[in-house]
Each structure stands twice: as structure tokens, then as C-alpha cells.
């Protein structure tokens, strides 16, 4: 069944779309949605906007299946302080609105953050809180090159006039999700997992 409205015709029985959704982060499959077709041009344009079976949200794909809003890079990561973790939420959105250079900002704060919150000073520049993390042994030798990369691209993107794109920022976001899982998460189930035994 559908019907239309201004040219987006509502559709109740669309052919069904896989996703994850952009507002719960579920994977889903949707097929009740609109649907608007551009025919004026020498190639036809679809565009698409889905309801998610679970939060019951829009998500809009465009002619060039772009998604919108697009999804969380990365996942929500256990045991984080709360500050911290709303800054890394805050990265992840960012990114899902091209803001990349704004996301690879926040991670260089989330990576002081960590610092500061396992003892280092306040008030210190950005190399003393990598070498600090280092020092301390929360990041392993073998993470050492991309604690660096975090601290190299986000100087560049605090320091000069750079656009940060969005492999070097979804890439800074992978990182700084491990980072968070090595200091925080990983410890936290083992001790989760030792009071049980």
C-alpha cells in the first residue's frame, strides 16, 4: 500500500532495507518508509527515508545511498568516567555529521582526560600526558605508534589551519575507542570476572 504526499510516496510494504540506524545503533531491517523519485534528469534519482522497527526514528538515504543520520563509528565502551565518556560519544556524533576535524579535537582531550583521571597533573601541554600514559604503562609498547598518531593529527588539527578527513578521523576514533578499552573496560571485567571465581 501507498500513497503520496508533495511527491514522496509513503510506503507500507517497501522492498526491505538493512541498516544500522543512526539514533538506537541497532542493526535493522526496515520496510515501512517514503520513497521520492527524481525523473527529471537524464538518470533517474531515488531517495529513500526508512523507520527503524526499533526506536521508531526516520533515517534518510540519499540519491548516493549516503545515510542520514549515519551511524556511530565505533561502540559505546563499559566502565569509562562518565566525563569521559560523554566526550567520546560526542566524537562518535561528530563524525556522523562530517565534523572530523571537531571529533579528532575531542579525542586529543579524551586522551588527556585519561591521564589526568589515573593521576597525571593538571594544567600540562599534550606530549607530557602521552609520555605520562607511556611512563605509567596504560598504553602497551605495541600502541605506543598510534598514541603518537592521535597526538600527531590532532596537533596538526589544533595547531594549523587543517580540514581533518574522514579516514584520519574515523581511524583517530578507532584508536581512542582501544585506548578507552585498555584502560578502562578490559581491566573492569577482569576484576569483574576474578570476584566471581
Known sequence: MWYEVN?????????????????????????????????????????????????????????????????????????VPDDTAALFEEARRAITVGAHTAAVMICRKILMHVAVEKGADKNKNFVYYVNYLDEKRYITPDSRPWIDMIREVANEATHEILIINSESANMI???????????????????????VA
Open 7 to 79: 511527491r514522496w510516496k509513503f510506503i507500507e510494504q517497501a522492498v526491505p532495507r538493512k541498516y544500522k540506524c543512526g539514533y538506537c545503533e541497532s542493526i535493522v531491517q526496515s520496510t515501512i518508509g517514503l520513497m521520492k523519485a527524481d525523473t527529471l534528469a537524464e538518470s533517474p534519482t531515488f531517495h529513500w527515508i526508512f523507520v527503524c522497527p526499533g526506536c521508531e526514528r526516520p533515517t534518510y538515504f540519499d540519491s548516493a545511498d549516503g545515510q542520514h543520520p549515519a551511524p556511530l563509528p565505533g561502540s559505546s565502551v563499559e566502565h
Open 173 to 195: 576514533i578507532t584508536f581512542t575507542d582501544m585506548l578507552l578499552r585498555l584502560v578502562y573496560e578490559f581491566p573492569a571485567r577482569v576484576r569483574r570476572s576474578s570476584s
